[in-house]
């Protein structure tokens, strides 16, 4: 699939006219990272707009203490490190985006992008869209964090369920980084869900089994 293809079918790009996305598509740059790989960091200068169109990345903010927090998982068709920066200075990134499995990513320059999103009052709805979505997802993780670990991990998995379906291809490190836990804990609990059939696990991967009663946790009232 081509680069115009792809973005004709991503939001919300989706939005712009064949010519639009045609100028788009050209000055775009496909780039591929293996696994483990680091797409930005943290302060790195920022200049680019991104859309994963294979692959996941996880978007990552350090603590104080120098410890990895996953802040997002970016499936397929979506944009990052770009809705975190608008409306503000821009400079720089405040996250690091690292592939979780070898990704094929879209890469325009700002400059593109903010040609697009000026000219096309549609593409600014669609941004702004967007920019709610995560700031919901944002607002969501911090008060999650107050909740016990086996809640945390019930309302991740409800919330990945929703992007990827059933089958889940996170690892037990990955959970624990994204509810801000050590592995062990995470494991753990996981046991506990796998012992009362909610999911099943293999190796780099989990399946939902029965989400009524990992949403009845979620609903609990401490």
Known sequence: MS???FLAQTHPFKVLPGVELDRLAARAQLKTYDKGETIYSEGDPADSVWVLIKGRIQIFKYTSQGRPLAIESIAPGELFGTLCRLGGDGRQYPCTAIASVNSDIIQLSDKEFLASYNRFPALVLGVC??????????QGLSCSNQEPVEKRLAMLLLKLEEKHGAILPFTKRELAEQVGTTVETTIRVMSRFQK??????????????ALAPIQKLVDAVC
Do not use: D, E, N, P
């Open 196 to 209: 009362k059939g909610w999911i099943a696990s293999s190796r780099g991967k989990l399946q939902l089994k």
């Open 3 to 5: 680069a115009k293809q």
């Open 129 to 138: 869209s967007l920019c709610s979505q995560r700031l919901q997802a944002v």
